[in-house]
């Protein structure tokens, strides 16, 4: 199975700042990444695919980038909506799996 | 407007049986693979199982193989999971998420709000 590491497992920042949580896959996924935004007692909201293409209808100061093993995820302006739990996600081999989240703090 | 709307989940004891499902409106069902994604609470995302649009391709984690088991009525526009012999680690919200096309991608475009499975001994 693809082990998925996400780092940081959380973080708080300031209302504007830039924020970038990384992904590591175990072995090669080439682009097939995918980032979702969990908010407290919802569900996952797709926001990125194909590690870099911003989902229909997400605010464009979420963006991603990488391939192969390394993957970022970036949030550039953050906003007081965006705190919400962050996960990357495989979906180049199966079992699917997911990292282990990043908990996104206003500062 | 797409909807996935889980149902099933409760309090099970122990090595017994629960039957999930979930009834889809807002798209055609049977245009698209569908999946069971779980998470225990606080805690990170777990896929379970997935399944395409004819049935013909399915897939399941690890710790579900050979327990579970994900099926799909397109005529009734539904999913299921019959999950079997149930461990305390098998509780979890469970998620119904419809893919973004007709096999099995892994590109998860709409989520129910999930239903609560509880195995106590």
């Known amino acids: 199975d693809i082990q998925m590491t996400q780092s940081p497992s959380s973080l708080s920042a300031s209302v504007g700042d830039r924020v970038t949580i990384t992904c590591q896959a175990s072995?090669?996924?080439?682009?097939?990444l995918n980032w979702y935004q969990q908010k407290p007692g919802k569900a996952p909201k797709l926001l990125i695919y194909?590690?870099?293409n911003l989902e229909t209808g997400v605010p464009s100061r979420f963006s991603g980038s990488g391939s192969g093993t390394d993957f970022i995820f970036t949030i550039s302006s953050l906003q007081p909506e965006d705190i919400a739990t962050y996960y990357c996600?495989?979906?180049?081999?199966?079992?699917?799996?997911f990292g282990g989240g990043t908990k996104v703090e206003i500062k | 407007e797409v909807q996935l709307v889980e149902s099933g989940g409760g309090l099970v004891q122990f090595g017994r049986s629960l039957t999930l499902s979930c009834a889809v409106s807002?798209?055609?069902?049977?245009?698209?693979?569908m999946h069971w994604v779980r998470q225990v609470p606080g805690k990170g995302l777990e896929w379970v199982s997935g399944?395409?649009?004819?049935?013909?391709?399915?897939g399941y984690g690890d710790s579900v193989k050979g327990r579970f088991t994900i099926s799909r009525d397109n005529a009734k526009n539904s999913l299921y999971l019959q999950m079997n012999s149930l461990r305390a680690e098998d509780t979890a919200l469970y998620f119904c998420?419809?893919?973004?096309?007709?096999?099995?991608?892994?590109?998860?475009?709409?989520w129910g709000q999930g239903t609560l499975v509880t195995v106590s001994s």
């Open positions: 072995q090669d996924i080439r682009k097939y």
């Open positions: 996600q495989q979906y180049d081999n199966l079992p699917l799996t």
């Open positions: 998420a419809k893919d973004f096309r007709d096999i099995l991608t892994g590109r998860f475009d709409n």
């Open positions: 194909d590690a870099s």
């Open positions: 399944i395409s649009w004819n049935s013909y391709i399915i």
């Open positions: 807002g798209f055609t069902f049977e245009d698209y693979a």
